[in-house]
DNA sequence: CTTGACTGCCC
DNA sequence: ATTCTGC
DNA sequence: GCAGAATGGGCAGTCAAG
């Protein structure tokens, strides 16, 4: 098989061209093959079936254990009453922040493979999932969770900066016991080699609940039933108090789809004027920038470099690469220019790795959004913005008036609890 | 043997 | 991950 | 509305220089 080094939307996509203009199919052969790829991500073996059978054999692959499945993705939308309107009935669930893993299980054969949400396969990180036999009331399943890092004092779940030192290779049961995951169980995929996908959300859900017996290390995930917008937003609070990052709204009668598709599942982190995780925008300098690639090559920006005033020394907290136009990008090197430095101006400090391919004197103030404050270990203030974004230039305020370390030490106190 | 630059993959 | 852009 | 292409922080892993 191929799978594994093959990246979405590169190599197959040009196989699957060429496999409809072969066979005439157009358009409506092209959907029909991204499809079957998304549930047997392996062009090799897709070719062959339309060579054997033709099209009329795309019916017959199915999801199959051993074989990864494209993970459903959500959409994100920040209207509770939007979600509430594109969905009907609906299931709310916590959003965890660490990692996806799609679980394959066999009993039979005793195999038990992982899959990342880009399908890498996984299998040597989790050698927790050596018990599953234990814990599966069934012989084949699929299972599709997120894996996090959890207190086993307090039994609560850890930030994504320390789930994800879980190691991939080498001395992987050392991590494992001193830093324990939990596994959220959100669906299953398949069971005793019958496909499950097409079944409803609430259908996969009475599966999940009778073939998952919940232990230590995996949990059938919780949910809620309901459509009602306001409900929606109660439970999302609830999850912000809890630490969580946010919630996943789920159609309930919704098919269990590949990828980003419709408005089956939903992402919610903050509510439209309200605050998420991280309340504040920090208003911030620019200290530099780097030329960009690709398109960004052309307007010779590609991001640029934020920080703020620590003592008497500038230090920086993150890069900005997005947020911006296209016309704000050249707009703003064209304004970046006319204070452009040939050397690192003596007061900044910032480290080796980040250092811009132009320095500028510290004039410019942007309002940056970010989804947490984090510890750094790159940037200069010892701390970084995770998801760092332009929201907007403040040409109404100098240097002076940016945010100060203070505020940011407080904001930093207020999003670690 | 340690360190730093770099890559690939998580988000 | 977030965001913008061309289709 | 979707796919594609820009970009972020930061982890483990690799490899070459010191």
Known sequence: MVIGKLRLGFSEKTIFDALSQMTSGGKSLRKELDNTFQIYPDPGYITQVVKERGMAGLKNVRVKTGVPVVPALCQRLNNYREIVDKMGEAAVERKYDGTRVQIHFNRLKNEIRTYTRNLEESSPMFPELFQMNKWIMGDEVILDCEAVGYDKKTGKVLPFQITI???RKHGVAETAKSIPLRFFVFDILSLNGRSLIEEPYFERRKF???VVKKNETI???EYFKTDDPVE???????????GFEGAVIKMWNGEYLPGRQGWNWVKIKEAEGASGKLSDTLDLVILGYNLGKGKRAGFGMGAFLVGLRRGESWVSIAKVGTGLTDEEFKGLKIKLDKSKTKEKPKDYLVSGSLVPDVWVEPLVVVEIAADEITKSPNHAGGIALRFPRLIKFREDKGPKDATTWKEV???AKLSLN
């Open 232 to 242: 929606v937003q109660k439970l999302h609070d609830k999850f912000l108090k809890e």
């Open 219 to 221: 949990v059938p995930d």
């Open 409 to 411: 030490e407080e904001i």
């Open 208 to 210: 999940l609940t009778k």
């Open 165 to 167: 030192t879980r190691k």
